[in-house]
């Protein structure tokens, strides 16, 4: 079977494929709501890492130990 593509492709490879049986919507819905699904946990993990306090410096966690011992 030639093929009309002067180079090999991806296009070309695809136009070598018999078409498909599946309407490209039932393909294409899953993945955009995976895809929006994935990004809004990334965009919740950005968020709850943004406005999350920093820890307490080591010293000043083992200041307090020393004083609550003596």
Avoid: H, Q
């Amino acid at each position: 079977m030639a093929l009309k593509c002067p180079f090999f492709t991806l296009e070309c490879l695809l136009r070598a494929l018999p078409p498909p049986d599946v309407s490209y919507w039932l393909i294409a819905t899953p993945v955009t709501i995976a895809f929006i699904a994935i990004m809004a946990i990334g965009a919740w993990i950005g968020l709850t890492m943004a406005t999350t306090p920093p820890p307490k410096p080591i010293e000043e966690i083992t200041a307090e130990n020393e004083t609550e011992t003596t």
